[in-house]
């Protein structure tokens, strides 16, 4: 949810990935490179990740990098007692937290180009495509009275002819 990333590409971070603030990957999909900026967020889970020799970010409770049903199982579980309580609706997949990532962007005001290159696709397409669902009623009502201003402002200017027109 923080990266962006899609399951699969996650699972395989590695931590010579991370230089600084910031993680270098390149998605196994499309083979576009990747750079995602560490938040605050992010870096207070890798933070608080307990310690563990895998190579990968990510690892298992045995400290061994996981595959990717291994995770899909756990997640489920893990999943199924936050419906329980209420926490997420039914249907929430790995893959949906990136539909996620793209919408709330989206809802955000950000281009599709910038979201694209977040998410590591090639074409802002995809990012349209990923952020379908976005609510875009709050945006629409500020470029609404953008318009309602410039309507307003031209309605009061009154530009002469360069050229008289002859009868």
């Known amino acids: ?80 007692k936050l419906e329980a309580e209420g926490v997420v609706e039914p249907g929430l997949t790995l893959k949906g937290l990136r539909h996620t990532v793209a919408t709330t962007l989206r809802e955000a005001g950000l281009e599709e180009r910038q979201i694209a290159d977040l998410l590591g696709q090639k074409t802002p397409s995809m990012a349209r495509h990923y952020s379908r669902s976005a609510n875009l009623a709050d945006r629409n009502r500020i470029t609404m009275e953008t318009l309602e201003q410039e309507n307003e402002r031209r309605s009061q200017v009154v530009k002469p002819f360069a050229k008289t027109v002859k009868p």
């Not at 923080?2 to 999909?29: F, M, Y």
């Not at 576009?32 to 990968?56: C, F, K, N, S």
Request: aromatic residues 8%; negative net charge; charged residues 20%.
């Open 1 to 80: 949810m923080n990266t962006g990333l899609d399951p699969s590409d996650a699972l395989k971070l590695t931590r010579n990935q991370i230089e600084g603030d910031t993680i270098w990957s390149v998605r196994g999909k499309t083979e576009h490179e990747v750079a995602i900026p560490i938040g605050p967020t992010l870096q207070a889970a890798l933070d608080a990740a307990p310690a563990h020799d895998a190579v990968t970010i990510l690892a298992t409770s045995t400290g061994t990098p996981w595959t990717y049903n291994g995770f899909s199982t756990v997640w489920h579980r893990f999943k199924k």
